[in-house]
Nanobody, 121 residues
Framework: QVQLAESGGGLVQPGGSLGLSCAAS????????LGWYRQAPGGQRELVAT???????TYAASVKGRFTISRDNAKNTVNLQMTNLKPEDTAVYYC???????????????WGPGTQVSVSA
């Protein structure tokens, strides 16, 4: 079983920066694909970024060039550095972890409880 806990959310002005971190606990986490998803009020949960066990990254088009995902396997953390934030980035951000089998089978894997990011003047 994998447990995830996000931290670092908050309120930031448009154009500002914010960093999120997710601490993971469990076994064989280095094999997992880790990622960040978000859900805006009234919207569906959507992909923000993922990073595989071999450090291949994927980004949503809306955040590419502004957000950077990274992982620290020694600390079992996955981080999301967000720059040039826009009001439309406002959402609850969720950490996600999936095994290679869950990725292959398009399963959702494990989720953290989420952290609120609000971008407003």
């Amino acid at each position: 079983q994998v447990q995830l806990a996000e931290s670092g959310g908050g309120l930031v002005q448009p154009g500002g920066s914010l960093g999120l971190s997710c601490a993971a606990s469990g076994s064989m986490l280095t094999l997992y694909t880790l990622g960040w998803y978000r859900q805006a009020p009234g919207g569906q949960r959507e992909l923000v970024a993922t990073i595989t066990s071999v450090l291949t990254t994927t980004y949503a088009a809306s955040v590419k060039g502004r957000f950077t995902i990274s992982r620290d396997n020694a600390k079992n953390t996955v981080n999301l550095q967000m720059t040039n934030l826009k009001p439309e980035d406002t959402a609850v951000y969720y950490c996600n972890a999936r095994t290679p089998v869950q990725m292959r089978d398009h399963e959702y894997g494990y989720w953290g409880p989420g952290t609120q990011v609000s971008v407003s003047a």
